[in-house]
């Protein structure tokens, strides 16, 4: 009878793993926890950067037939898990945000491409993947993300300290919306929209959270300037369609990012295309490829093309994202490929900016 393994001869063995995204093997990142052997069974974790990794079971049947090839192995047991690594970095020059590891801003150039639909479906989507996830409108002046979810009535409550956060489908939610009757226009100058953006971030009772999408408002305005003054932004996804209208402003948007030092970490090309439910032909009714082409141009990440589909805007309306009503359609399974690719795009960064803290000084840990 072959003697077990020992620990070394199995985190040899999983060395040959590799982590497509951070593109180093899973023992050397720190994945494998909890490991165990005994009378020839071995169980262990892996432990992912994300939940929304859309690669987990390759890498779980990688390990387990990594293992199971060393002599005296009878039987492998592997546990997928994930813990979201928080990117920080000094050099950001804002504290932490208590209660939430990673803020996304999804914003865009231009009014009218769909930036709000994606905010939200990307949010459902990360919490459907397991992630905790909350949501801040911070669309001042049109705060529609307590419509598309179903929360046009809820007014927001305190616990005596700090603002309450509305909960739905999972997600924490704040939004102006919450705090203005319907048809009440908010006219500000920038000082009172810094403040309101200060009081949502600091002054809100976040409960850990690894992901606060902030959907922007449209253009290069004071609320992306308030905002990289205000927290540390891990990066944003700004949203756009084909046509060439679309994707000057979008240009315009990326630079403005740039120059307020918060990583472009992905682009999305809504409206991409129009595929028709009897025929299944699909019709570039905005135009084709602009999207990934100035993706590839400013080297930002392309996160994938979401169609023209009717029940998209029908969920937006009643409250019910697409992302919940038809999470197999095909328009739910290309935001499911962008979210994964968002959270991918956090984990590189989380990676990047451990590996480049190493040695420094550490910040004061997100809690």
């Not at 315009?252 to 028709?276: D, F, H, W």
Request: some cysteine; glycine content about 10%.
């Amino acid at each position: 009878m072959a003697v077990s393994p020992d620990r070394d001869a199995v985190l040899d063995a999983l060395r040959v793993v590799n982590d497509p995204d951070l593109r180093r093997d899973i023992v050397s990142l720190g994945f494998i926890k909890d490991l165990s052997i005994k009378d020839g069974h071995v169980s262990f974790a892996i432990e992912l950067t994300t939940p929304a990794c859309p690669v987990k079971d390759q890498l779980r049947e990688q390990a387990t037939a990594a293992v199971r090839a060393l002599p005296g192995v009878t039987a492998v047991d592997v546990r997928m898990t994930a813990n979201v690594r928080s990117v920080s970095a000094p050099e950001m020059g804002r504290p932490p945000l208590p209660g939430v590891k990673n803020i996304i801003a999804v914003g865009a150039g231009k009014g009218g491409v769909g930036k709000t639909t994606v905010a939200v479906n990307l949010a459902l989507a990360l919490a459907r993947c397991g992630g905790r996830v909350g949501i801040l409108d911070g669309d001042i002046y049109g705060p529609n993300v307590p419509i598309m979810l179903g929360l046009s009535a809820t007014q927001l409550t305190t616990d005596g300290k700090q603002i309450v956060p509305a909960e739905k489908h999972g997600l924490q939610v704040v939004s102006m919306g919450f705090l203005t009757s319907d048809d009440a226009p908010v006219i500000w100058r920038g000082p009172m929209l810094h403040g309101a953006i200060q009081q949502f971030f600091r002054e809100v009772a976040w409960k850990d959270l690894d992901y606060l999408i902030v959907d922007m408002p449209p253009g290069t305005g004071d609320v992306a300037l308030s905002l990289s003054q205000t927290v540390p932004v891990v990066g944003s996804i700004v949203v756009t369609t084909p046509q060439k209208v679309s994707l000057a402003d979008t240009l315009r948007a990326i630079r403005m990012y740039q120059k307020l030092n918060i990583t472009p970490m992905g682009l999305v090309e809504n409206m991409s295309y129009y595929a028709c439910p009897n025929c299944h032909h699909e019709a570039d009714i905005f135009g084709h490829g602009g999207g990934e082409a100035l993706a590839e141009q400013l080297q930002v990440p392309f996160l994938g093309r979401l169609p023209v589909y009717q029940p998209i805007r029908e969920g937006s309306d009643t409250g019910v994202p697409i992302v919940l009503s038809e999470p197999g359609s095909a328009a739910g399974r290309a935001i499911m490929q962008v979210a994964e690719r968002a959270a991918a795009q956090v984990s590189i960064l989380a990676h990047k900016a451990a590996e480049a803290n190493k040695g420094k000084i550490p910040l004061i840990p997100v809690r």
